[in-house]
Antibody
């Protein structure tokens, strides 16, 4: 069965960086894309960006351009999302999701809470 | 940038009743529209894609309609497990981007 398992919760200080991992299993990793979505406490869903697991091509949300980098390691079927220059309003649950072309985000990770606090 | 607007923000419905949720796009998204359900403490779940196609395992009481800028998610007879927050999402093929609406909370009346 398809599973996306994310790394554990993180606490970071303002200005630091965080890197969240998302290990995929149960399907051929390189056939699909991976998107990252975050959700601030009590708020809605915000799409952060997408990466092709086939060729590493990325598209990032405009507001995060320059602060976010998404990568994949096809040898371990793992996707990574790094966010730099963290601010308090980056405090959120970060989700990875498998992107199926013309369908949407059909499988999701369990979420990773990132807390930014001094 | 395409903006997705959902209404109402909160919908109070009795179990067994019909719920109708709306989603409007600031410009045409054709049928590139999906709906997700999210329960507290859980990741979202894909319900509908292509505006009207149910995802695998989604009960028939969930249906989607619309195209262009106006979309609707209908839950024909609300079950206890359907009380949740629902999000619409559009996707753009070039550049490849996605945008969520702000969500509609369906609560027990």
């Amino acid at each position: 069965q398809v599973q996306l398992v994310q790394s554990g919760a993180e606490v970071k200080k303002p200005g630091a960086s965080v890197k969240v991992s998302c290990k995929a299993s149960g399907y051929t990793f390189t056939i699909y894309g991976i998107s990252w979505v975050r959700q601030a406490p009590g708020q809605g869903l915000e799409w952060m960006g997408w990466i092709s697991a086939y060729n590493g091509k990325t598209n990032y949300a405009q507001k995060l351009q320059g602060r976010v980098t998404m990568t994949t390691d096809t040898s371990t079927s793992t996707a990574y999302m790094e966010l730099r220059s963290l601010r308090s309003d980056d405090t959120a649950v970060y989700y990875c999701a498998r992107e199926k072309s013309e369908v949407g985000f059909d499988y999701w990770g369990q979420g990773t809470l990132v807390t930014v606090s001094s | 940038e395409i903006v997705m607007t959902q209404s109402p923000a909160t919908l109070s419905v009795s179990p067994g009743e019909r719920a109708t949720l709306s989603c409007r796009a600031s410009q045409s998204v054709s049928s590139n529209l999906a709906w997700y359900q999210q329960k507290p403490g859980q990741a979202p779940r894909l319900l509908i894609y292509g505006a009207s196609t149910r995802a695998t395992g989604i009960p028939a009481r969930f249906s989607g309609s619309g195209s262009g800028t106006e979309f609707t998610l209908t839950i024909s007879s609300l079950q206890s497990e359907d009380f949740a927050v629902y999000y619409c999402q559009q996707y753009n093929n070039w550049p490849l981007t996605w945008t969520f609406g702000q969500g509609t909370k369906v609560e027990i009346k």
